[in-house]
């Protein structure tokens, strides 16, 4: 089976700009999770998609946002960049009947200049 | 809001000691999960630990959860420049909440 893939890899951003970033789970999978990895604050848990529905949210501003489709494809978008948004974002997906073993993709890695 | 705490947040080893380290969750977790992320890689799960007390072993990995179910542990017996990395907890039922991770250097 095909691993969680992330595209693109790399993205470098100015501030002010909007970003969409693109997660495709194992097949299979229906649960997809965004996360925001920075030196300074860890891994942090913005949202989690389930049959294209959000389940849950983290306390991210509404700038941050997500869908699914119904291949459960998903996509995370960020508006109005600002410098404090670089960092690693990790997608990760899991199946309906393990939804905490989560396998994360290789991330994107945005810049915002 | 629930907090994970995980210590220490680095631990520097020579190669065939052990390492240990350890979660502590401010609430009472459900369960609780366990990664890896080596050097510009990504998290990989390791395992998750469910039952209060619990003990689970991966060769030289062993993984406890307290009784309280508030705090874990993972001890690498004799470690291995492979086990280099960053290891993190994470627990929480519906929004998941992650450690910062200790990471790992082993000095061959």
């Known amino acids: 089976k095909a691993g969680v893939t992330q595209t693109p890899r790399y993205l470098i951003k100015t501030r002010g700009q909007q970003v969409t970033l693109s997660c495709s789970p194992i097949s299979g999978h229906r649960s997809v999770s965004w996360y925001q990895q920075t030196p300074g604050q860890g891994l942090q848990f913005l949202f989690e998609y389930f049959s294209e529905t959000q389940r849950n949210k983290g306390n991210f501003p509404g700038r941050f946002s997500g869908r699914q489709f119904s291949n459960s494809r998903s996509e995370m978008n960020v508006s109005t960049l600002e410098l404090g948004d670089s960092a690693l974002y990790l997608c990760a997906s899991s199946s309906a009947g393990n939804v905490n073993e989560q396998f994360f993709g290789p991330g994107t890695r945005l810049t915002v200049l | 809001g629930q907090q994970v705490m995980q210590i220490p947040q680095y631990q520097h080893v020579q190669e065939g000691e052990d390492f240990t380290t350890y979660c502590n969750s401010s609430t009472t977790l459900s369960n609780i999960q366990w990664y890896k992320q080596r050097p510009g890689g990504h998290p990989v799960f390791l395992i998750q630990l469910v039952k209060s007390g619990e003990v689970k072993k991966q060769k030289r990995l062993t993984f406890q959860f307290g009784e309280a179910k508030k705090n874990s542990s993972l001890h690498i017996t004799a470690t291995q420049t492979t086990d280099v990395g960053t290891y993190f907890c994470?627990?929480?039922?519906?929004?998941?909440?992650f450690g910062r991770g200790t990471s790992l250097i082993v000095h061959p």
């Open positions: 994470a627990g929480g039922s519906y929004i998941p909440t």
